[in-house]
């Protein structure tokens, strides 16, 4: 049970050489939840974007290709996190088209309405206060702003004693603040979109 925790952990909160072989795998492995998820979100030209908890900063590199030529922000509360992240967007980053910091969901240091599209692949299951991370990111995003949630339906019924079924979501999303909420179980994925007044 001691392995299982500090393997669950070093998921969480990356860190130390364990931390980067995981980041590295979860780059791998969740390369296809990230690029079916965004199938259907248009956004305007020179949008400004956010990834929540941007691990190993695979999604940040499909974000930036998709919506050129936008500004893409990651975060994260793993110091290993963000400088891998920084590292797979090297050029980005010295471009000032992505930018990391490291922050939690319930506390994001930004105004408000400062983001298009506001995205989380695999980590919501993880947030210590789902309800405040959603607030919060409701808070960012500018009127007609875009909440992506995409995770496997497995790890979301193995890490959540609540908000498991997609209804769920959709009611924690309109009680924050958010105009419509959308989810869709396909296969072994959930995918939720939520749209901001």
């Known amino acids: 049970m001691g392995l299982m925790r500090a393997l669950i952990g070093q998921c969480k909160y990356p860190s130390g050489p364990l931390g980067r072989m995981f980041l590295h795998a979860m780059n791998m492995a969740h390369g296809d939840l990230v690029d079916r998820s965004l199938a259907g979100i248009a956004l305007p030209a020179g949008a400004t974007l956010l990834d929540v908890g941007c691990g ?14 936008s500004v893409v922000y990651g975060v994260d509360p793993s110091d290993t996190a963000i400088r891998a992240a920084a590292k ?5 980053a010295r471009a000032g088209q992505a930018i990391f910091q490291k922050a939690v969901v319930e506390a994001l240091p930004f105004e408000d309405r400062s983001f298009d599209l506001v995205t989380a692949f695999q980590t919501h299951y993880f947030w210590p ?10 808070r960012v995003l500018g009127p007609g702003g875009q ?12 890490h959540m004693s609540e ?5 769920e979501l959709e009611s924690l999303a309109r009680a ?6 959308s989810a869709l179980v396909a296969g072994k994925h959930l995918r939720l979109l939520c749209v901001r007044e």
């Open 147 to 158: 909440f992506l949630l995409a995770a496997e339906t497995y790890k979301i019924h193995y």
């Open 56 to 69: 190993g900063g695979r999604a940040i590199r499909t974000l930036r290709k998709r919506f050129e030529p």
């Open 129 to 138: 206060d789902l309800r405040c991370g959603f607030a919060e990111i409701a």
């Open 88 to 92: 797979q967007n090297r050029a980005a």
């Open 176 to 181: 924050v603040g958010f105009a419509s909420a």
């Open 163 to 167: 908000y498991k079924a997609p209804s």
